[in-house]
């Protein structure tokens, strides 16, 4: 099952945050001209807003609205969704100081074993 955040702005505006797919992470690394010098940790971090265009698909906006209508701190909110529901691609790929540090699994489906 697919992980998914809902982040609630305030009462009339909600952003909902889905985790990547393979595929997802294939066409967003596509976006970047030179792959050897990408510091995924700055790209969640500080430089967020250069990514965004590669990010939006996988981010439902309130109307009429983009990642540029969003102040610091509802963008700060919306990154921390993002790390949230893609912990387990940041882990795998190694990438775990930018994967949240909590001890709750992010997971919603089950794992037959």
């Not at 050897?36 to 981010?59: H, K, W, Y």
């Not at 439902?60 to 387990?88: H, M, Y």
Request: aromatic share 6%.
């Amino acid at each position: 099952m697919r992980n998914s955040k809902t982040i609630n702005l305030d009462e009339n505006r909600v952003i909902t945050v889905q985790e990547l797919r393979v595929k997802d992470i294939r066409k967003m690394l596509s976006g970047f001209t030179d792959l050897d010098n990408i510091d995924v940790n700055a790209l969640l971090g500080p430089r967020f807003a250069e990514i965004s265009a590669l990010v939006a698909p996988f981010m439902t906006f309130p109307e009429g609205e983009t990642i540029d209508d969003l102040c610091g701190s509802e963008l700060q909110l919306v990154i921390d969704g993002f790390k949230a529901v893609n912990k387990p691609f940041l882990i795998l790929a190694g990438l775990e100081p930018a994967a949240p540090q909590t001890t709750e699994r992010p997971l919603t489906g089950s794992v037959a074993v």
